[in-house]
């Protein structure tokens, strides 16, 4: 004879007042999950590469190379080459994953392939109006 099949019942369930899926589950909310996925990451090989020729990456750099995949997602752009002062990232730009690193000092034959764009991930301008570079200064002779 074959077993029956036995249901839960199902449990009334009180009402919840509105609340924000991400507080509900105790997780991110939307805007963090957002900000989550637009972060730079680096596969194992491109940290290896990283560690071993001592390249820090900080802050303000990692803001330089995620405005470069920034402007390389926006033409549709699938794997990249990233130039950044004597850097070269190739990056998977769906992921945001840097595959690899490669400095111009060890690129070899200098030949990159299965790549469709090429970024420069250029230094930051200073502002204008700011008294930097060529700006002229000031004189400050009294008399």
Do not use: C, W, Y
């Not at 249901?7 to 900000?35: D, I, R, Y």
């Amino acid at each position: 004879m074959a077993d029956p099949i036995r249901l839960n019942p199902v449990q009334p369930s009180t009402p919840q007042p509105n609340k924000p899926q991400a507080a509900q589950s105790g997780g991110q909310s939307f805007a963090e999950h957002l900000e989550e996925a637009k972060k730079i990451k680096f596969s194992n090989h491109a940290q290896k590469r990283l560690e071993v020729r001592a390249v820090e990456m900080d802050e303000k750099s990692i803001g330089r190379l995620s405005t470069a995949v920034d402007k390389a997602e926006a033409h549709g752009a699938k794997e990249s080459l990233i130039l950044m002062d004597d850097l070269a990232f190739i990056v998977n730009v769906r992921e945001r994953m840097v595959v690899t690193t490669v400095d111009m000092n060890r690129r070899k034959e200098g030949v990159f392939t299965q790549i469709d764009t090429v970024v420069f991930a250029d230094a930051e301008k200073p502002e204008s109006g700011s008294n930097t570079g060529n700006a002229p200064k000031a004189d400050t002779k009294e008399g």
